[in-house]
């Protein structure tokens, strides 16, 4: 299987970005899909996940501001950020396949992973 992330960006703050991520060899309408992020020198958070029946769950700092979406006709996941903020900025992975679950959607361990798209808010 294979993720490709798109649609990171140097965006001010308030402002917005889409991100996707693009499947192939797996199926987002299966499982938990996910997005984490890594800023430099923090360990990685998960941000945002959706279920099978696309319901979403989201780390607290991001709720309201993004949404976590798929389409699974284009078998693609996305995340749409708004009111993005300085402490937004990381590199953003997408993740498939749950293979150890944590408790959460968000601190599962998953098994496939994209290369990660650059957002920088400042």
């Known amino acids: 299987a294979q993720l490709v992330e798109s649609g990171g960006g140097s965006v001010l703050a308030g402002g917005s970005l889409r991100l996707s991520c693009a499947a192939s060899?797996?199926?987002?309408?299966?499982?938990?899909m996910a997005w984490f992020r890594q800023a430099p020198g923090k360990e990685r958070e998960g941000v945002a996940a959706?279920?099978?029946?696309?319901?979403?769950t989201y780390t607290y700092s991001v709720k309201g501001r993004f949404a976590i979406s798929k389409d699974n006709a284009k078998n693609t996941l996305y995340l749409q950020m708004n009111n993005l903020k300085p402490e937004d900025t990381a590199m953003y992975y997408c993740?498939?396949?749950?293979?150890?679950?944590?408790?959460?959607?968000?601190?599962?361990?998953?098994?496939?992973w994209g290369q990660g798209t650059q957002v920088t808010v400042s």
């Open positions: 060899g797996y199926s987002v309408s299966k499982g938990y």
């Open positions: 993740a498939a396949l749950c293979t150890v679950w944590r408790g959460s959607p968000l601190t599962c361990e998953y098994h496939y």
């Open positions: 959706i279920d099978s029946t696309g319901s979403p």
